[in-house]
């Protein structure tokens, strides 16, 4: 895969390189603990529309365009192993895996991050399965992504977690 991921939020934004052949680093979806479902169907117009700052998405996609003019240029390309500091074998400097950008505070942070085994995308029983089955995978992802959870074995993670186990933090009463 040679691709970046740009994901925007209202103050703060991600610029993130997919794994690409065996890369140590994490993808997208290496934070999450869950399957991707509709998370719009049941909002009003209001709740579905992602607000950010005015000059976030520039700030981003500009991010972007020099995180892969550095892959370009790098003697791996898009497998050059993430460097958050320079020199990088790049001409242009580092190649980190993923760029966070805070408005707020006007600050980029360089990360690299290490791949979830259970990852709903790029843990090795998702790729063996989508290797063995192709687009049938693909559709019946489509139909029911929960299957995801089930072949990454995020599911029995989940089940093996204990409530007494687990501290929440959106319970504010006994505070």
């Known amino acids: 895969f040679r691709s970046l991921t740009v994901a925007l939020g209202f103050d703060s934004f991600l610029v993130s390189r997919q794994s690409y052949r065996g890369s140590p ?3 997208y979806f290496c934070n999450d603990v869950t399957a991707p479902a509709d998370s ?3 909002r009003t117009l209001d709740q579905q529309c992602t607000v950010t700052r005015p ?4 700030l981003a996609t500009s991010t972007a365009v020099e995180l892969l003019a550095a892959l370009t240029q790098h003697e791996d390309g898009f497998a050059a192993p993430g460097s ?3 020199p990088a074998n790049s001409p242009l400097g580092a190649v980190p895996h993923q760029v966070r950008g805070y408005v707020a505070d006007f600050r980029l942070a360089p990360a690299e991050t290490e791949p979830f085994d259970r990852c709903i995308c790029c843990s090795p029983k998702v790729l063996q399965q989508y290797a063995a089955d192709g687009m049938g995978f693909v559709e019946r992802v489509i139909a ?3 299957i995801l959870e089930e ?3 995020l599911a029995d993670m989940k089940n093996a977690l204990r409530e ?12």
């Open 40 to 42: 719009l169907a049941h």
């Open 25 to 27: 680093s994490a993808c």
């Open 144 to 146: 029911d992504s929960s």
């Open 164 to 175: 007494d186990e687990v501290t929440s933090f959106d319970d504010f009463e006994d505070l």
């Open 55 to 58: 000059g976030l998405s520039g």
């Open 84 to 86: 958050t500091t320079a």
């Open 151 to 153: 072949i990454s074995g």
